[in-house]
């Protein structure tokens, strides 16, 4: 998505508050296990310091493996159902058409975005989608709002949305992704969630000595 139409989004669309994703409810919960799993190596009087340390690099790299983890699937997920909900708002659904149907309909759609493409200014858009609005024509009307779109002629978007609530919502849910993997900003937060930070024990210490310290039979980790 343009920068532009993604930092807009909150004003283009209002919309219920964004739905948190589900890596980041799983990195909530992640990050909650691992500081409980450290107040209960530091509280026990019975565990030998050294023993402690070697628990807090076992917990420690599991937790941010599983963090990794789910910082992988999240990015999967999210360019899985941003391809999806770009379809949504801007492709076409051919499946039960008959194959002349189909024929005469792709001719419409390419006819429609070979118009839409020729679309330079704002203004001449707003009024080529009023008067595709005011024909019933669905299928021209879509072109113009992916010109829109792609061109950041935010107005011209909001108008094409603001009559469909559910292509609003779809494109907002969309917006949410695109702003949460390009924005800098929220590039960064979202990043990291999926940080872990080395305990206290562990202070000073490379990965390749916390990883002996976990797995003293780990000959990989010694040679590394």
């Known amino acids: 998505m343009p920068s532009k139409i993604g930092q807009q989004m909150n004003q283009l669309i209002r919309g219920d508050q964004a739905e948190v994703p589900a ?3 799983a990195s909530q919960e992640i990050h909650a296990l691992y500081k409980r799993g450290l107040q209960q190596i530091r509280g026990d009087r019975n565990m030998h310091p050294d023993r402690k340390r070697i628990e807090a690099a076992q917990l420690y790299l ?4 599983s963090l990794t983890k789910v910082k992988t699937d999240q990015a999967a997920a999210d360019s899985e159902t941003f391809a999806k909900l770009e379809r949504q708002l801007w492709g076409y659904d051919l499946e039960r058409a008959t194959a002349l149907d189909r024929a005469s309909i792709d001719h419409t759609i390419r006819d429609a975005q070979d118009r839409a493409g020729k ?3 704002a203004d001449h858009a707003a009024k080529a989608l009023h ?4 024909a019933g024509d669905s299928i021209l009307a ?3 709002g992916k010109r829109a779109h792609d061109m950041d002629w935010g107005d011209v978007l909001h ?3 603001s009559t469909r609530p559910k292509a609003g919502e779809t494109y907002q849910q969309a917006g949410e992704i695109w702003h949460r993997n390009n924005s800098t900003g929220a590039q960064m937060q979202h990043s990291m969630q999926f940080v872990v930070h080395k305990p206290e024990e562990l202070r000073g210490l490379s990965d390749q000595d916390i990883h002996s310290m976990a797995d003293p039979g780990d000959t990989g980790a010694t040679a590394a």
């Open 23 to 25: 890596g980041t409810r």
């Open 62 to 65: 599991s937790t941010r493996q």
């Open 119 to 121: 679309l330079t200014k």
């Open 131 to 134: 008067d595709a609005e005011q």
């Open 142 to 144: 879509r072109a113009i």
């Open 159 to 161: 108008d094409y949305l």
